[in-house]
């Protein structure tokens, strides 16, 4: 059996020196690779190997619950800051087109469409949001617009219940109430807690 190269040096030291050698051990005859049981290397690689596993798994994990931990919600909690970072990704990715990258809307939205047709409104302060309910917000979403139209109006605004999951929606409401002022969502808070 070929002997370890770092031990073969360590021996020539040894004599040099007219030092003892260090005794020799069963399993370092194989090498810190070899085909026997493990030596102190071979222990330190799966060692360092296993403590890097260990340590991605559990960034990436924290990093997975932390984004999406949203997901297990069933309302809109504004003041959850997972929550809020996740609606904010989707509203850029699918809402900000139209409604604006500052909710502002379309111009003209507030001028009377009696068929329809109206343009993308704020969803800032200014507009009609605020006086809507969580769960009508949501539905608006989901559904589209259409569903809570009166008959014969054309409502533009698609539904996105075959794109978003219910906890993408929800997220999505939760950064829209929060870029509104404290007093308008704690008038809310009020009226939805009656």
Request: aromatic share 12%; net charge negative; proline share 8%.
């Amino acid at each position: 059996m070929a002997m370890d190269p770092h031990r073969r040096r360590q021996e020539r030291l040894d004599r040099l020196r007219g030092s003892k050698p260090a005794p020799k051990k069963d399993d370092d005859e194989f090498g810190p690779m070899g085909n026997g049981p493990p030596g102190r290397g071979a222990n330190k690689l799966i060692f360092f190997v296993a403590a890097f596993i260990f340590i991605g798994v559990g960034y990436f994990g924290w990093e997975y619950v932390e984004r999406y931990s949203a997901q297990f919600l069933s309302g809109a909690n504004p003041s959850d800051l997972a929550q809020i970072q996740a609606g904010r990704e989707i509203y850029y990715a699918n809402c900000a087109y139209c409604h604006g990258d500052y909710l502002e809307g379309q111009e003209d939205w507030d001028l009377a469409y009696p068929t329809g047709n109206r343009p993308p409104v704020p969803l800032d302060a200014t507009g009609p949001a605020p006086g809507h309910s969580d769960d009508l917000l949501f539905r608006i979403i989901k559904n589209g617009g259409q569903s809570v139209s009166p008959e014969g109006y054309r409502n533009t605004m698609p539904a996105y219940a075959s794109l978003l999951e219910d906890w993408e929606i929800w997220a999505v409401v939760a950064f829209i109430e929060a870029q509104w002022p404290a007093d308008i969502r704690r008038q809310r808070d009020a009226l939805q807690n009656k």
